[in-house]
């Protein structure tokens, strides 16, 4: 157990809808970090918060947006879903704002279906 | 941008047999380097860092050294078991965010 909690853990949504994805970083830590994994793509980084600011952006898309609540827990929403958003979503928390100084603990995903 | 490139899989091998992934990176800086592991319906863990240049790292039977000479990091195994199955990923962080590569799936047969 990494200690970092996400949900749900699945979640089946028709083209169109919007969905929200929660993760609850281990105790302590103040980074947050999104990644999106599907078969074609291999893991890709969305997003990185650090104490509530935003401190990192890869290629996440405009529909989707994030963000870190003062107690360091995090929301993932996508919205005007795609069939091609189907993906496992992971969270992954540090307990510094630079990854390289440490390792990422990750949850164990959030899997999007879109139908 | 700072990037990492690994060796498309899968790899299928008996067990006991040598194990190779290799990983080579691109970026501007001084990155540190990462093996993570994923084993089947989990979360990626941490496997082994470097930090800097001539670093080995090293857990569970597996090593990866940090060449800057051919900005590489090869995860090596000397002898597999069925235990190891699982989608290993090399990663880099340089300012701060982590990327990884495509993640190369081994599967090994009794």
């Known amino acids: 157990d990494s200690g970092v909690t996400q949900t749900p853990k699945h979640l089946i949504t028709a083209t169109g809808q919007r969905v929200t994805l929660r993760c609850s970083p281990r105790s302590g830590d103040l980074s947050v970090y999104w990644y999106q994994q599907s078969l074609d793509q291999g893991l890709q980084f969305l997003i990185q918060?650090?104490?509530?600011?935003?401190?990192a952006k890869g290629n996440i898309l405009e529909r989707f947006s994030a963000q870190q609540f003062p107690d360091l827990h995090s929301e993932l929403n996508l919205s005007s879903l795609e069939l091609g958003d189907s993906a496992l979503y992971f969270c992954?928390?540090?307990?510094?704002?630079?990854?390289?100084?440490?390792?990422?603990?990750f949850g164990e995903g959030s899997r999007l279906t879109v139908l | 941008g700072d990037s990492v490139t690994q060796m498309e899989g899968p790899v299928t091998l008996s067990e006991e047999a040598f194990l190779t992934i290799n990983c080579t990176y691109t970026a501007t800086g001084y990155p540190s380097l990462f093996w993570y592991v994923q084993y089947p319906g989990e979360g990626l863990q941490l496997l082994l860092k470097a930090t800097k240049a001539d670093d080995k790292g090293s857990n569970k039977g597996f090593e990866a050294t940090y060449r800057k000479e051919t900005t590489s990091f090869h995860l090596e195994k000397g002898s597999v078991q069925v235990s190891d199955s699982a989608v290993y990923f090399c990663a880099l962080s340089d300012r701060g965010d982590m990327r990884f590569g495509a993640g190369t799936r081994l599967t090994v047969k009794p």
């Open positions: 992954a928390s540090s307990p510094s704002g630079l990854a390289g100084t440490g390792e990422l603990f």
């Open positions: 918060y650090y104490n509530g600011e935003e401190r």
